[in-house]
């Protein structure tokens, strides 16, 4: 628990935080949270067993690759800069002509 830092209950469930009362019946109604959990013991298992706890954390890295750097030339990027310019002029002129029609 959040509030009491105790285990075996969730903040939502807090006896110290029913006891203050701060949340109003709206607020609860909007705050509301999923918990999901399971349990692996037997019913039939005894008590002492129950004191034991076994937590299921799984734990998610994402790693990016390495790319290969590229390095172009001045007069490379020149050419591919007016390559692009020259067929925006053409695709202007297309449009140009497209929205007089």
């Given at each position: 628990?959040?509030?009491?830092?105790?285990?075996?209950h969730f903040?939502?469930?807090?006896p110290n935080l029913k006891n203050k009362e701060k949340f109003n019946k709206e607020q609860s109604k909007k705050k509301k949270a999923l918990v999901a959990t399971?349990?692996?013991?037997?019913?039939?298992?005894?008590?002492?067993?129950?004191?034991?706890?076994?937590a299921n954390i799984a734990f998610m890295a994402i790693e990016e690759e390495d790319e290969d750097e590229v390095n172009f030339t001045f007069?490379?990027?020149?050419?591919?800069?007016?390559?692009?310019?020259?067929?925006?002029?053409?695709?202007?002129?297309?449009n140009k002509t497209l929205k007089k029609n």
């Amino acid at each position: 628990c959040y509030e009491c830092k105790k285990p075996d209950h969730f903040k939502i469930e807090c006896p110290n935080l029913k006891n203050k009362e701060k949340f109003n019946k709206e607020q609860s109604k909007k705050k509301k949270a999923l918990v999901a959990t399971w349990d692996d013991s037997d019913p039939s298992s005894s008590e002492k067993e129950s004191d034991e706890e076994v937590a299921n954390i799984a734990f998610m890295a994402i790693e990016e690759e390495d790319e290969d750097e590229v390095n172009f030339t001045f007069d490379e990027l020149q050419n591919a800069y007016e390559k692009l310019f020259n067929e925006y002029e053409n695709v202007f002129l297309k449009n140009k002509t497209l929205k007089k029609n």
